[in-house]
């Protein structure tokens, strides 16, 4: 997710729905699109050095293995997902994303822009789930985690997301995580106390990496290496 510096203008409402979770709309102001979820601004096109960096950080933390496998967690406004599928070190490409009407703006909306290669990328395949849900049931497992579905573990958009950040949702992140995978979590600021609750999961190599914004405390990416 990205930090938000509006521009002038009022926003047009392009599409707004609601689904399991709440409200989810996507706006037009100028020429960015955004996403806004129960009134809780999201993302927006503006930038993406944030969920590129997340994406980056989380390959140059593993250990060089070839074609590594990434689940990244949020479609979003398709950043993670577009850096992921241009640079083809990646093996499989899968997103999990809840929001049916996310993914519609993907495939046949104004978002396509953004996404339409990496869609048609035979590397990436997109799931309709629950994040949270997924960790906690799938028998798939990956090389690498990358976590974009909140403004943080300390700003979650819903109240069910907050388990993931718990001890017992970090091991649920570390269940589907291989031999010394790595979890990748973004936040629109740092977070000591997650940093701390990485240690005590039994995480390795828990480290910060900043993305200085326009104004206001840094973007951060949240890294960590598979307990055992």
């Not at 944030?50 to 979003?76: F, H, K, M, N, T």
């Not at 992921?84 to 822009?113: C, K, N, Q, S, Y």
Request: aromatic share 6%; hydrophobic share 40%; net charge negative.
């Amino acid at each position: 997710m990205t930090a938000y510096d509006a521009p002038h203008g009022s926003p047009q409402v392009i599409d707004r729905r609601d689904g399991p979770y709440g409200e989810v709309v996507l706006r037009r102001h100028g020429e960015l699109l955004q996403i806004i979820a129960n009134g809780c601004f999201l993302m927006d096109t503006s930038d993406g050095r944030s969920e590129r960096l997340l994406v980056d950080a989380a390959l140059g933390a593993l250990d060089g293995r070839p074609a590594p496998e990434v689940l990244i967690g949020g479609l979003g406004v398709g950043f993670s997902l577009a850096h992921a599928a241009a640079d083809p070190r990646w093996g499989r490409i899968t997103v999990a994303e809840r929001e049916r009407a996310i993914i519609d703006w993907h495939r046949a909306g104004p978002l396509a822009e953004l996404s339409a290669r990496a869609l048609a990328d035979p590397r990436t395949e997109i799931i309709e789930v629950d994040l949270v849900a997924h960790v906690n049931e799938t028998s798939d497992t990956y090389d690498v985690l990358c976590l974009d579905i909140d403004n943080g573990p300390e700003w979650t958009v819903t109240e069910g997301n907050e388990s993931l950040y718990s001890r017992a949702g970090l091991a649920a992140c570390a269940r589907v995580l291989r031999k010394d995978g790595v979890l990748a979590v973004w936040s629109a600021k740092p977070s000591p106390d997650f940093a701390r609750t990485l240690r005590n999961a039994g995480f390795r190599h828990v480290r910060t990496e900043e993305i200085p914004v326009a104004r206001g405390v840094p973007d951060v990416v949240h890294l960590a290496v598979r307990p055992g």
